[in-house]
């Protein structure tokens, strides 16, 4: 018999550390839960000054080589892709949902942000991943004050305990 109920895959992108915050929030839910997590980061190939990833991101659709994953998709459960709002796009996760989405497990995303027009960016890459028939768990996004004041901790394990059960 298992130890663990679901293997669980988080991935991350973070420049300012909220996200990766939330990871390692969703990481302690979610072992507390009984699944066995790990942790990876999204990493560019090339990383860019703020500025160019500022103007890069007003491009619908630009993508930007990641590094290859250590982790195998293929050996997790279940995903949980974590990532910052930048303007219109995310050019990692835009390359990453673009090379990988054959190879996801069922997955779910946060977005975090400053407070503009997350809901829409969100349903954006909901709709992106749902057109790559990757199998959707569902998607929250979370504000960087919400997340520095310890605020988002009811919310996350309220989502994390209906995509992961
Ligand atoms: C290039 C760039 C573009 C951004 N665009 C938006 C935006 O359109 N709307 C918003 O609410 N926040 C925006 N933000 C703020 C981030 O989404 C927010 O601070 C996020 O929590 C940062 O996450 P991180 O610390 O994991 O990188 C932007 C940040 C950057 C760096």
Same mark, same amino acid.
Request: hydrophobic fraction near 45%; charged fraction near 25%; glycine fraction near 6%.
């Given at each position: 018999?298992?130890?663990?109920?679901?293997?669980?895959?988080?991935?991350?992108?973070?420049?300012?550390?909220?996200?990766?915050?939330?990871?390692?929030?969703?990481?302690?839910?979610?072992?507390?839960?009984?699944?066995?997590?790990?942790?990876?980061?999204?990493?560019?190939?090339?990383?860019?000054?703020?500025?160019?990833? +500022? $103007?890069?991101? !007003? %491009?619908?659709?630009? *993508?930007?080589?990641?590094?290859?994953? #250590?982790?195998?998709?293929?050996?997790?459960?279940?995903?949980?892709?974590?990532?910052?709002?930048?303007?219109?796009?995310?050019? +990692? $996760?835009?390359? !990453? %949902?673009?090379?990988? *989405?054959?190879?996801?497990?069922?997955? #779910?995303?946060?977005?975090?942000?400053?407070?503009?027009?997350?809901?829409?960016?969100?349903?954006?890459?909901?709709?992106?991943?749902?057109?790559?028939?990757?199998?959707?768990?569902?998607?929250?996004?979370?504000?960087?004050?919400?997340?520095?004041?310890?605020?988002?901790?009811?919310?996350?394990?309220?989502?994390?305990?209906?995509?992961?059960?």
């Amino acid at each position: 018999m298992a130890l663990y109920k679901k293997r669980i895959l988080i991935l991350q992108h973070s420049s300012t550390g909220v996200s990766a915050k939330l990871g390692r929030m969703a990481r302690g839910h979610l072992e507390a839960a009984g699944h066995k997590v790990r942790v990876e980061a999204i990493r560019p190939r090339r990383p860019l000054p703020y500025l160019l990833n +500022l $103007i890069i991101s !007003f %491009i619908p659709g630009v *993508s930007l080589p990641t590094l290859e994953l #250590a982790a195998k998709l293929e050996d997790f459960d279940a995903l949980l892709l974590i990532f910052p709002k930048w303007t219109f796009a995310h050019p +990692l $996760i835009n390359d !990453f %949902i673009k090379n990988q *989405s054959r190879r996801l497990p069922p997955t #779910a995303l946060i977005v975090t942000c400053g407070g503009w027009d997350e809901d829409r960016y969100l349903e954006g890459y909901l709709r992106k991943l749902r057109e790559a028939r990757v199998p959707l768990l569902g998607g929250e996004t979370f504000r960087r004050k919400s997340v520095d004041r310890g605020l988002a901790t009811m919310i996350l394990r309220l989502k994390l305990r209906r995509w992961f059960s």
